[in-house]
């Protein structure tokens, strides 16, 4: 049988914040079978990638050394030949100082099939996240983007006689290491000693810093900073503008990493809020959920469906596999003209109603013991079905035993804690982890077991999340309402810039 061959898509991943990626370039990572990144791509977009997929880090292997380029170009090349779709990610642009070129040829050589797709290079957004324009037509009408090393790794040939001529705004990629000579350079070209420069480290992340000096001062300033890289050089007098234009550090949230540990497949909302105002958000998928297998208890339950006189949901996604395995048994919502319907919380109540049900009853505050104690106040006599999570909580039991109400708790799905690929765990620059359940608080600690849980501030949705935080001694924090607006409110009042 002929294989099929794959196909390379060569893809700008951007500076860091996820933002910033394109719109094709997000689309390639959720549809690539092999995505094949390095050091340069931001947290926050390979939380993008989906779990269950091949993933290379090419940044980084045993002993720290970068996979040789060499064997990139070969990686690149056998998986397409085995028939996949390969996501070459790479930071910034790829043919920007991204060698992209060097991993085509091997591709073109063997009529591999590929397609670039741009990026935002860090040249021009690392400053523009730092208040400074690249062009003014005050100060400057070019700008020229220079490498700080060459292939060699020895000095690289610039011409700064050349460059001081040019009287545009100098941009240095890979520069951090070779800063002192590129200074002295412009300088010894005829520089005005007090033209101003800076150094943008991290650009475009919530722990980007810069240095704003003279071409003169800059690098015993940046040497005071302990600049590290990545940072880029910028010499040029549009420097000069980026304080009174600086805005990424005054959003409210603009200078805080934090950890989202959301269900796996589920868009976030609470990240992308964080992300509206200004955090730097990285997705930690946590749990995910499998329907339960077909079993004689839920066909009998399905079979007398009808027969319940409420049904609880205690999350959207219990809404979401009872319809599905309501039509799995042949039926459909039709059959549930008499039932009542109660709900844990706002979000369940919302994606009952899109399946064109209103909910008949939901607890002001948003838990089960709420519900539990709710519904036992209104003297059901009949009997509540409690299609749910195998692993569901005993709040909403115990409430329902304590006001003598009839109920069948049904399994209908599991959840699960492992997370299905670790390319993005936890790290210590984040601020503080956002946990919107105790199962994502339970799923967290599962996959980061050699974390010391007592330096991790958990910011928590009600108390069943927060007392499970607790439990793994994590510093804690609660949203007085268990909503994700409220926690986003929270959010920005304990932490953000006042
Ligand atoms: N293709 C990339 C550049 C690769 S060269 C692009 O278009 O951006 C690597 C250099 O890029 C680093 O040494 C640093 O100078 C710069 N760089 C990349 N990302 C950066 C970031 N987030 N902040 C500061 N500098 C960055």
Known sequence: MENKIGKVWLVGAGPSDPGLLTVKALKLIEEGDVIVYDNLVGQGVLSLVPSGKEVI??????????????????????????????????????????????????????????????????????????????????????????????????????????????????????????MD??????????????????????????????????????????????????????????????????????????????????????????????????????????????????????????????????????????VEFFFEKLIGYGKDSRCLSGTKFAVVGKGTHNKLLSYGIISDLMPETFTGEALGKLMSDKHITGTVLIPRSKIGGSELLNALDAGNIKYEDVAIYDTKYQNANNIVSYTEDIDMMAFTSASTVKSFVENNKNIDFAKVKAVCIGTETAKEATNHGMEIFVSPRATIDEMVNYIEKEFGIK
């Open 57 to 178: 880090n090419v940044g980084k292997i045993a002993g720290n050394h970068p996979v040789p380029q060499d064997e990139i170009n070969l990686i690149l090349l056998n998986k397409a030949l085995e028939g996949k779709k390969v996501i070459r990610l790479k930071g910034g642009d790829p043919f920007v100082f991204g060698r992209g070129g060097e991993e085509l040829e091997l591709l073109v050589d063997n009529n591999i099939p590929f397609e670039v797709v741009p990026g935002i290079t860090s040249a021009v957004s690392v400053p523009a996240y730092n208040g400074i324009p690249v062009t003014h037509r005050d100060f400057t009408s070019s700008f020229h983007v220079i490498t700080g090393h060459t292939k060699k790794k020895d000095e690289a040939d610039v011409d700064y006689d050349a460059l001081v001529r040019l009287e545009g705004t100098l941009i240095f990629l890979m520069g951090v290491g070779s």
């Open 181 to 318: 000579r590129i200074c002295k350079g412009l300088i010894d070209a005829g520089m005005d000693k007090n033209m101003p420069a800076a150094v943008l480290e991290k650009g475009t992340r919530a722990s980007q810093r810069k240095v704003v000096a003279t071409v003169s001062t800059l690098v015993e300033e940046s040497q005071k900073a302990e600049i590290k890289t990545p940072a880029i050089i910028m010499v040029g007098k549009v420097c000069q503008l980026s304080d009174s234009f600086e805005w990424a550090s005054k959003r409210p949230l603009g200078e805080l990493k934090i950890g989202v540990s959301r269900p796996e497949k589920k868009a976030s909302k609470l990240a992308g809020k964080l992300a509206d105002l200004g955090a730097e958000v990285v997705l930690l998928p946590s749990i995910y959920s499998v329907a339960e297998e077909d079993s004689d208890i839920l066909k009998s339950t399905f079979e007398k469906i009808d027969s319940y006189e409420w049904i609880a949901f205690t999350s959207p996604t219990a």
